[in-house]
């Protein structure tokens, strides 16, 4: 079975900073897809970013970037002058090519100091 | 367009009790996926339904069930309920449940099972 694992439970930055959360997944695929969502305190889950593993580009959007290390399994998200909007739990989720599940890491709370 | 809708956004139960919950997707969605999400356990797949089928089932007790109407509109059940029930429930909707599909989540029900 597919995993994500999310091994900082907190994280804190530094507005204006840049900040990396990081995720590790096993998988025996080869094709799949990787997402980022953010969960604020309203609790509405939105999508960050994501990543084809056929891509070998890595993805960004605006602010965040992510830096996809396929051989490694490695997908971690790179946020750039952090704003305190960005202040919310990270999820890093895994999707197969076959079946619409996802499979989320346990999250990253992140806080935003002034 | 309307996002992703559910009903009750707040539940208090007993243990023993049944609850259902309901999700009404985004306007031309037709996949509808279900999570719960607890502090320890992260976001767990429940069931995706899709045309009024459930395509894919995750791995929890038969106490949990879902359906899916022809308006696309979903709900779960969630019989004799346990005190480790009390979880945020959240569904996910996309359009056909293609990989390349964001999945888009509701506010969530949060149940208090007592």
């Known amino acids: 079975a597919q995993t994500v694992t999310q091994s900082q439970p907190e994280m804190s930055v530094q507005e204006a900073e840049t900040v990396t959360l990081s995720c590790t997944y096993d998988?025996?695929?080869?094709?799949?897809?990787l997402f980022w969502y953010k969960q604020p305190p309203s609790r509405q889950m939105i999508l960050v970013i994501r990543?084809?593993?056929?891509?070998?580009q890595n993805a960004t959007e605006n602010r965040f970037s992510v830096n996809f290390q396929k051989a490694a399994k490695s997908f971690s998200l790179k946020i750039s002058d952090s704003q305190l909007g960005d202040a919310a739990m990270y999820f890093c989720?895994?999707?197969?090519?076959?079946?619409?599940?996802?499979?989320f890491g346990t999250g990253t709370s992140l806080t935003v100091i002034p | 367009k309307a996002g992703v809708t559910q009903t009750p956004r707040y539940l208090i139960k007993t243990r023993g009790q049944q609850v259902t919950l309901s999700c009404s997707p985004i306007?031309?969605?037709?996949?509808v996926s279900w999570y719960q999400q607890t502090p320890g356990q992260g976001l767990q797949f429940l069931f995706e339904?899709?045309?009024?089928?459930?395509?894919n089932k995750g791995n929890f007790p038969g106490r949990f069930s879902g359906r899916q109407f022809s308006n696309s509109r979903s709900e779960m059940n969630v019989s004799t309920l346990e005190l480790g029930d009390s979880a945020l429930y959240l569904c996910?909707?996309?359009?056909?449940?293609?990989?390349?599909?964001?999945?888009?989540f509701g506010p969530g029900t949060r149940l208090l099972v007592l």
């Open positions: 339904y899709f045309s009024e089928t459930q395509r």
């Open positions: 990543q084809e593993a056929y891509k070998q």
């Open positions: 306007s031309g969605h037709r996949s």
């Open positions: 996910a909707t996309n359009r056909a449940g293609e990989v390349q599909e964001t999945q888009y």
């Open positions: 998988t025996s695929e080869s094709d799949y897809y």
């Open positions: 989720a895994y999707r197969a090519y076959t079946g619409n599940q996802f499979y």
